[in-house]
């Protein structure tokens, strides 16, 4: 849990204390655990951010987050991308820090104010909304903190990655694929639901070197295809509406029901309203041990502004669900 801020402005390490990339200057009510938010609140919070930080009054940026800004070949359009590294080293002893390739923020922003004035989610599958990307995903084309837990995770389960195979869920830009690759996976399947999500992890992954590792297939987690074969599960920062949490759910269900059983990561950084799925889980599994997140902590995180003009440093407070 934990509020956010409601004035503008950040604390004195320049760091804005709020629980999730998207709800900038948004507090919880008491007793809630998510955030509830509209679009006209999101619009009015990202245009104060904005105005603060040309005023040079706002969060504290990091300069040396964005090492490359170039465009990218896809679908017959020239697409910015700018580069991001992720300096695992920072969060976990030992780690390498890891390129990751993302959309650029003026393209996000239009992508994330499409998606949050649609009155239902539903609505979106198979929608065109923004020329650039040919497909709608406002959320995988850039890195988020959850993608950041699951590695602390994985590195400290590290021995348990050698010679598996790694299915990877809603991808994203593909921090969990290459930190598996990295870690000896014998293969590694990272999935998602939109083709240019895939095609920014794809080009990530081949300037890594991990491609001989790393494949990549359009997989739709709504879906009722079953689960590909696999040692190893990751969900990253999935749950950013609470349909695609009821799937999570489901599959989280699914896997846990295989024989043998496949390790389960899953991680929130974001609480979004209704998302929390572990007590429909927990019903389902009414005779055996009750699940439960584990709170998790960064500081200084470096994320895109999404709605905000450039990048941000924020502190937040994750979940993360880990099964053996």
Known sequence: SGGGSGGGGGDDDGAFPFDG????????????????????????????????????????LQEESVIDDREFEWNGNRIPIKSRTVPLGRYIEGAQDVELWELANTETQELVESWMSKDEWNELENENVADSSGDFDPFGVVMWPGSIIAAQEMYQLKNNFVGKRVLTLGSGTGLEAQIAARLGAAHVLATDNYPLTLALLEYATERAGLSHVIDTKLFDICSQDPLPDC??????????????????GRRCVEALSQVPQPRLIVTDSQRFHGTDFLDSINCERSDRYKLHWEEKNLEQVEVSGILINDDQKINVKARLLSIA
């Open 21 to 60: 990339q998207l709800f900038y200057g948004l507090e919880q009510k008491p007793g809630e655990t998510e955030i509830r938010t509209s679009l006209a609140e999101m619009r009015s919070i990202s245009a104060r951010l904005n105005r603060e930080e040309e005023s040079d009054e706002g969060i504290r």
């Open 231 to 248: 040692d190893i599960v990751i969900a990253a920062d999935v749950l950013y509406n609470d349909v695609l949490a009821k799937a999570v």
